[in-house]
């Protein structure tokens, strides 16, 4: 089995080599005209974690470790700031124990010596939050970690209801390769997806890279199932009910503060067989906007809505700096979609967008490009490929003082080109004190019938060993212009410790009140993944 990096994005096997890391280095120097020093990574065998605190009792000890490897895994998620602090070897707090149920009852059983003992318990799907979401707090004479990874199967598929019983514990891939068998996908692909799991998605209100239409785990959820230290928590497996508050929305986005969710039956989808996508070029940012909001107004549910700034083009999509790109995808298992891309296209054009319709891809047969290969040629395949890989090239930068990471929110359509400007003013005004310049750009990820969920990437050159102080400035300062725009902390990146200053302003305070008497139930000496959301 793959061993898992405890710094950066990926498996051992997946960490940059010694080249790999110079050349970013020459990059990243001729971009900013400065002088760097490459390191290579960093050596497993230097880790040297604070011992063990606890120890698991003897009916639990074969579903336990404590080595330091695996302890440093478990300790932080992938944001920047975690990537900094494993590349330099600093775990001043990790786990004192990791946890791998291979079932509910020790699941239960886990939950009741954590509760018992006073011991922080905190639920870890694939690792790969951005925002300490499962990072252990501090206060605690022992601190848990319970890892799902146990709980990785596709139980039952109901083909009638086009729904399927599956564990929280599964990581994507594995999700994936069980239903395909039988024809099925969930249609959930984070880019996240190779080291996240299903309850993970659900705990975190995952958003898929599906633009539209059901691209959050919200909409997928049929009902859950969830072990908390004072019982079981399930929901009744239902299309829709107006019974009242959904258990179910209770669940969803509780980020391992009340339970840890050990399966959920969700709705699947036939695999898609017709396929259609296009690539079409914007003069400039704001064009490319409308043309996104009109698509989506117009609910032909476009797989994908993407629109790339002209800085986000060059970079991801090969293009020369100097237009907006929007990429337009359709799939579906049952109706060939050249007509829907076409319609969408029409739009596009109609709001100044210039594409040859030979770049119209179609492989349902219906026109165009039946090529087989919709959605991995030209500026679209050129754009998956770097979404793709894009989590491993930032292992390339560690240890060069390079400040880099991005932001996400979402905002109604009529805020949207202030939210744009005071974030991006934000963004570079920081940059340019703390950095001395820098590098602000944006991209639509999701686009609704009322509003754009837009995602900021920032990055200037800091000092080496200064990063972190330097990011905090930076990310104060564009989550205060977020929060004054009107829009959301985060769109689809949780809340985490990272965000819970801005969290505490955009929920209502009785809603918090009321969060805090659900924990007090479930949860009620408070164990379970403590200051996340509220103070325990």
Same mark, same amino acid.
């Given at each position: 089995m793959a061993k898992r990096s405890f710094w950066a994005w990926g498996h051992e096997s997946d960490e940059p080599t010694v080249e790999q890391m110079k050349t970013a280095a020459v990059d990243i120097a001729e971009r900013y005209n400065v002088d760097l020093t490459p390191v290579g990574p960093p050596n497993p065998a230097d880790l040297s974690l604070r011992k063990p605190?606890?120890? +698991? #009792?003897?009916?639990?000890?074969?579903?336990?470790?404590?080595?330091?490897?695996?302890?440093?895994?478990?300790?932080?998620? &992938?944001?920047?700031?975690? &990537?900094? &602090?494993?590349?330099?070897?600093?775990?001043?707090?990790? #786990?004192?124990?990791? /946890?791998? +149920?291979?079932?509910?009852?020790e699941v239960e059983a886990l939950l009741e010596w954590c509760s018992s003992s006073g011991y922080a318990a905190i639920p870890f799907g694939g690792g790969s939050s951005t925002v300490a979401g499962f990072e252990p707090p501090e206060g605690y004479d022992g601190v848990v970690t319970i890892d799902l990874e146990g709980?990785? *199967? @596709?139980?039952?598929?109901?083909?009638? =209801?086009? =729904? /399927?019983?599956? *564990?929280?514990?599964?990581?994507?891939p594995a999700l994936e390769d069980q239903l395909r068998p039988h024809g099925f996908t969930l249609r959930h692909y984070p880019q996240s997806f190779e080291f996240s799991t299903l309850g993970g998605w659900i705990v975190t209100r995952s958003g898929g890279h599906y633009a539209t239409n059901q691209t959050h785990i919200d909409d997928m959820v049929e009902s859950v199932r969830m072990i908390t230290p004072t019982g079981l928590w399930e929901s009744r497996r239902l299309p829709g009910s107006g019974a009242g508050p959904s258990p179910d929305r209770i669940a969803i986005g509780s980020e391992g503060t009340l339970g840890i969710i050990t399966e959920a039956w969700m709705r699947i989808q036939a695999r898609p067989v017709f396929r259609a996508s296009a690539g079409v070029t914007f003069p400039t940012f704001a064009a490319g906007a409308e043309a996104a909001r009109r698509i989506v107004q117009t609910k032909l549910w476009p797989a994908n809505c993407r629109l790339l700034d002209p800085v986000e083009a060059a970079a991801a999509a090969g293009m020369d700096g100097s237009s907006a790109l929007l990429l337009l995808g359709f799939e579906s298992a049952e109706v060939p979609q050249g007509e829907l891309i076409r319609h969408a296209v029409d739009i596009a054009r109609e709001t100044g967008g210039t594409i040859d319709d030979a770049n119209i891809r179609v492989s349902d047969g219906s026109g165009g490009n039946s090529d087989g290969d919709t959605g991995r040629q030209g500026s679209v395949g050129a754009w998956r490929n770097s979404f793709l890989n894009a989590p491993y090239m930032k292992n390339h930068q560690a240890g060069l003082g390079f400040v880099t990471e991005t932001m996400e929110t979402a905002v109604t359509w009529d805020r949207w080109p202030n939210l744009d400007q005071t974030v991006r003013a934000a963004l570079q005004d920081a940059l340019n004190r703390v950095c001395g310049g820098g590098t602000v750009s944006c991209r639509f990820t999701h686009v609704y019938t009322d509003g754009p969920a837009p995602y900021f990437t920032f990055?200037?050159?800091? &000092?080496?060993? /200064?990063?972190?102080?330097?990011?905090?400035?930076?990310?104060?300062?564009? =989550?205060?212009?977020?929060?004054?725009?009107?829009?959301?902390?985060?769109?689809?990146?949780?809340?985490?410790?990272?965000?819970? #200053?801005?969290?505490? *302003? *955009?929920?209502?305070?009785?809603?918090?009140?009321?969060?805090? /008497?659900?924990?007090?139930?479930?949860?009620?000496?408070? @164990?379970?993944?403590?200051?996340?959301?509220?103070?325990?």
């Open positions: 605190r606890i120890s +698991p #009792p003897s009916s639990l000890a074969d579903i336990c470790a404590s080595d330091d490897h695996d302890r440093a895994v478990h300790t932080y998620g &992938r944001s920047f700031r975690d &990537r900094i &602090r494993a590349f330099n070897l600093d775990f001043p707090n990790p #786990p004192d124990v990791v /946890a791998r +149920p291979r079932n509910e009852q709980l990785d *199967q @596709v139980l039952e598929i109901d083909d009638v =209801s086009r =729904s /399927a019983r599956i *564990q929280g514990g599964i990581y994507g990055e200037g050159m800091g &000092r080496l060993g /200064a990063e972190l102080e330097m990011y905090d400035e930076i990310k104060k300062r564009a =989550s205060d212009a977020i929060m004054a725009a009107g829009g959301t902390i985060t769109h689809h990146h949780a809340v985490g410790r990272l965000h819970r #200053p801005w969290y505490d *302003q *955009q929920r209502p305070e009785l809603f918090a009140q009321a969060l805090k /008497a659900v924990k007090r139930t479930l949860d009620p000496n408070g @164990v379970l993944n403590p200051g996340l959301l509220i103070d325990a």
